[in-house]
């Protein structure tokens, strides 16, 4: 008797960073048993043709370690597949290529616990009015962008959008957790971030050059490849 085996992997599809409503955040795709894609070639081809702004593959699910990439490439660090990804595995460390970062949940928020110098470069730019950010056209490729102006100065209260400029089909994240880490860096302060269409991203400096990073995360259902 002849026996077909048909590879299935199964893709949990979350959104981090909503807002209070619980709308807008990002799309991920998180590949809770990694093995049905080993290799790099692989993971790199779903990532693609997934098409969100990251795509996890979880290599042990309990002791946190994953692996992250984009439709282009892979990543050592990204804040929100990591606060999704914490969040759906309900971990107390998870371990990207970068390091360990410890996870804690207060409430309706995951946290993450990173260092700023773990995220990709990002070219931080200063706009005076939250008006200004939300009229900007998506520039052409070639330099990640993430555009901000305080709302309240006071409060801590940012607008800001981002642009990967990559090229390949992502010309503006919705919530990117990375850049978020970067810009709480070089303030030096709490912040309350609006992103996007209206994603909310939480961050507060820590000892040591540690910078939490915080937000709520949805699961929006699960495709089968």
């Not at 410890?102 to 260092?115: K, Y």
């Not at 773990?118 to 730019?125: F, I, N, V, Y």
């Not at 994603?199 to 709520?216: C, F, K, M, N, Y």
Request: with cysteine; aromatic share 8%.
């Amino acid at each position: 008797m002849n026996t077909t085996v048909t590879d299935v992997t199964e893709i949990d599809v979350l959104r981090v960073f909503c807002a209070g409503d619980g709308r807008h955040g990002n799309a991920l795709g998180v590949v809770r048993d990694g093995r049905t894609h080993p290799d790099e070639a692989s993971r790199q081809a779903l990532a693609k043709e997934l098409g969100y702004s990251e795509t996890v593959f979880v290599d042990d699910p309990e002791r946190g370690v994953v692996d992250i990439y984009t439709p282009g490439l892979r990543l050592p660090f990204a804040g929100h597949p990591l606060v999704g990804s914490a969040w759906l595995l309900d971990l107390e460390v998870i371990r990207p290529p970068a390091g360990e970062v410890w996870v804690r949940g207060d409430g309706e928020f995951t946290w993450i616990e990173a260092r700023a110098e773990w995220a990709p470069p990002r070219t931080l730019r200063q706009y005076g009015s939250a008006a200004e950010v939300e009229a900007l056209e998506v520039p052409p490729p070639g330099e990640w962008i993430y555009a901000w102006a305080w709302e309240e100065e006071a409060a801590g209260r940012i607008r800001a959008r981002a642009f990967p400029g990559r090229g390949d089909g992502i010309d503006e994240d919705e919530a990117t957790g990375a850049a978020a880490l970067l810009l709480t860096a070089e303030l030096g302060r709490a912040l309350n971030i609006t992103q996007g269409r209206g994603s909310q991203l939480l961050t507060a400096p820590g000892p040591d050059g540690i910078v939490e990073l915080g937000g709520r995360v949805r699961l929006e259902g699960t495709l089968i490849r």
